[in-house]
């Protein structure tokens, strides 16, 4: 007679046997990894590349012509990087071919170097039009592309991804200095007006990182990149030539490791996979639901409110929730579809933290929905405006 | 938005300089995804798949710090423990507030299934989750107690202990039964 050591081992090898696979799986895993990614901005495309592949694209992006000096490998932060540019003309430069889009560029490529050996990374800015090869036709609005790749093939048995980027939005909302694009490896990038001249990311802990901003021919707005750990939020001030602060933005925490903390978080609202709960974590917000979570909001020190738009399985699928700083009597949520609500009761933080939470259901919105949700004080000022922060897929 | 994933689709993600080192995430979950489903499933998640593909998910995020494949698979491993125990914790909170209902294997899985390994399952299910994770991760993975161990989130005095006790607890519920 077997033992039960054996019957254990048969039986789980048989019902192994029976378990399902979906074909999709890895689109899905990936869709997913991307979820609870931060899309400060309005990214409308973006992918992540091995080295090999990144410089294939970005071969045939440049068309061979942009030289990256090796000399000066400048530390991130320290020493200023090089830049490089290759003018164009008017018409199409080349055409990138990627998975599913393609590019055809009308402005100089831009290339700024940041790091040296297996760390340095390569940044390609350049503005142009989508295509989309089924329909054989161009894109009517302008796109900001980035793709940032490491130089140097990585070191062997390291993890991660060596390259990738994104076109988003090439121009600026009125009234704006300054917008974040996206961000690949540890790099933050985006556009600015003409006058801004110099960009700095000032950690939560107080490190002041410099960046870079650069301009080419053709492009519609400057180009600025900052690298810092994308585990740790921070605020990017933008600066003219003379040295005035004219603008800034507030990075939140990307990627964090998030685990639920002992001491436990503040209930806010019931959520389709169970209760959205609000946890501080080294000065650090993060709101999770059924293990899903988006953190990263600096408890202090940020705009006077932060709002999420919420959507997906884990979430209710459609309410907008955030938290505000003192003094912000109410908010306003638009979205882009003409919705509008307010809310005015708020959920209190932790104590001396100053934080109150608020949420609100909202229609259920399609994928191109945005928003923007407004803090007044008592007496009617606007104190922030902020774009909401989509979630879920 | 559509994401292009090229350097996903390609399955290179992480590569080395050489092919032989060259096993990223998108080659790992070629290699471990079914695995990895495969111990939800006898972990007894209601969705393996879910479970799975969140745990790669995961690996995805934070593939910048892992240093080797080894690390990756350890992880992802412990991934699937913790979020199939998390899922259970769930479903036990659901439950309470759901009018009760018996799981129903499904008719497929009724006929190809022995009779005898049915028995075993179903004894297997009625173990404390810990006991449950270290019975499977022994003898369906053969991993080691160390291994054991790190996958769980216990000391191997534990998993020695979980597993001793998971045994004695089949055999008395297996014996119970015939």
Redesign the interface.
Known sequence: MNTVEDRLREALRERATHSPIDPDAWEQAVARSRRRRWRVGRVRAGFAAPAAAAAAIIAIVIGMTSVIPRSTPGQSGSVPPTQSSSATGGKPCKVVRNVRKMWICFSAIVNVKQGSGHQATVTSFFFGYSVNPQADNVGRSPDFCAISRLQLPPAPNSAGPDGGGSCTKATLNAGDLADSSGSILNIQYGIAARLVTSVTAVLIDGRRVRGVVVSGRGFLNKAWLVTYPKQEAATLLFFDAAGHQVSKLFMPAYDQDFRVPSSGGIALFRAKGGSMVAYLVNGLITFSVANTWEGGFPAAGGPAVTGLLGSGSYWAGSECFGYVHPGVARVVIRLTSGYQTTASAFTPGWPGSGVRFFATGVPQYGPATQGTVTAYDAAGHVMAQEPLIGTGP | ??????????G???????DD?AV???GL??AR??EM??LA??LGADD??DI???A???L??????????EA?VAYVRRCVVN?TR??HR?LR?VRLHTPAGRHEDSS??AV???E???E??AA?AGLPPRRREA??LR??LDLSEREIAAAMGVSPGTVKSNVSRG?AA??QA?GDRT
């Open positions: 938005m559509a994401d292009l994933h090229a350097g996903l689709e390609t290179r993600l992480g590569a080395g300089t050489g080192v990223g995430v998108a979950f070629r995804y079914p489903v495969r499933d006898l393996p798949e799975a593909q969140e790669f998910a995961r995805i995020r934070k593939h910048g710090s892992l240093r080797n494949p990756a979020l998390n899922r769930h909170v497929e899985q190809i299934l022995r005898d390994h049915r075993v399952l297997l019975i499977v003898y369906w045994l089949l055999a297996l």
